[in-house]
């Protein structure tokens, strides 16, 4: 347990200096290969529910702690063992000695342990107390950024908390079936026989009742399946390709919706674009176990097209552009702390060059699917109502699903939060 937690200290201070979770844990894993299936899962565990619940774990430290712990990893360790103590089921002496042996590893003042002691125990005695005293501050009621709640509260008055709150939820596991090798039904009966109960969603969307192991999914390793949410779904049945058509996605990596695009229509001649070559190994190995062979790889930037376009013009243009990734922060909770107010306008003029970037590329009677994992306007219809306003050969067609509004899908039990937008050139 003292490396479990050690470990997650090292993982939770590399976020706050602005490293992502995932490749966090992927060095994390590659530096100590001598850990245990479970003690891996142990510390994902405490690191995604450590960030998914920080605000509230910081305020509570605020409250029993007279002045701010100057050692950033002796702090990151008190975050940890409260949200242990809050959320696990391991018992409470076993956090408390354990976290006591970890401040001994994280350095050798004699006064660190005693601190960690006193505090952690501290919280025990007065727990409901100190729950009820930060009722009022909503970074520790939500646990987000205060301008975070507060851009929501001005764009969604109505369902701001509703999606605050989704993104604290732990993420369901979905499956997009590929239909090429089986059916929906037949894969959930092959689910079933594993003891794995799902649920149809729409399209070749499962939702699985608990999520699992890639390795035990029937057919996995075949192509019969692929992990996506239902949200990242609608992105290839809204851009109508169809057979023969010259297809671009333009930012493709990690390979889902290019894939799914493949999966769908036989015989498009479709392009896959990225602008970082290590992302393009991912999704090579991605198109290799679905076995989809029929595609052009190229490795370059959608904002300049230049330096890697043939000339030709495409019938349909997929252009899913680098975000805030606010709608998915239930998958990945370092977002909300990684971000700056400042993030989601930087963003928008990113999106806005990709978009007035690919738009000369698409055949007239083309459709470009402009598409988000962000909640937020500035990046969604801003972005799209702008581009109208300077585009007189664009107009924007109808995304018919289950929208909440103008091609915004909000986050919630049945997806991630989602944006798209289709354009078609007159």
Known sequence: ????????????????????LNEILRHIWQANTRLTLQQRGAIQDIAYGTLRHYGQIDAILHQLLNKPVQLKPLHYLLA??????????????????HAVSSSRKITRNPGAAGLINAVLRNFMRQRTSLLDQIKTNEVARYSYPQWWIDKLHQQYPRNYEAILLAGNEHPTMMLRIN???????????????????SEWLW?????????????????FSEGLATVQDAGAQLAAPLLDAGAGMRVL?????PGGKSTHLAELVKDIELTVLDKHEAR????????????ITDYQLLCGDAMHPSQWWDGQL????????????????SRHPDIKWLRKPSDTDNFAQTQTTILNALWPLLQQGGKLLYATCSVFNEENNLVAEKFLS???DASRLPCFHATTDNGQLLPGARHDGFFYALFRKN
Do not use: W
């Open 280 to 291: 393009l190994v991912r999704l090579t190995e991605n198109f290799s176990r679905l076995k």
């Open 1 to 20: 347990m003292i490396e479990v937690q050690l470990l997650a200290v090292q993982a939770i201070g590399e976020t706050f200096a602005g490293a992502n």
């Open 80 to 97: 940890i063992a409260l949200y242990q103590l809050c959320f696990s089921k391991t018992p409470v002496y076993a956090i408390v000695d």
């Open 314 to 329: 495409y019938d349909r243009i997929l252009a899913d552009v680098p975000c805030s990734a606010s709608g998915v922060v």
């Open 390 to 392: 300077t585009h007189q």
């Open 179 to 197: 239909t090429l090798y089986t059916s929906v039904g037949h894969y959930q009966a092959l689910l079933a026989a594993q003891g794995i109960d």
């Open 203 to 219: 399209g070749n969307a499962l939702r699985l009742a608990r999520p699992v192991a890639v390795e035990k999914l029937p057919g």
């Open 249 to 253: 996605d333009a930012c493709a990596a």
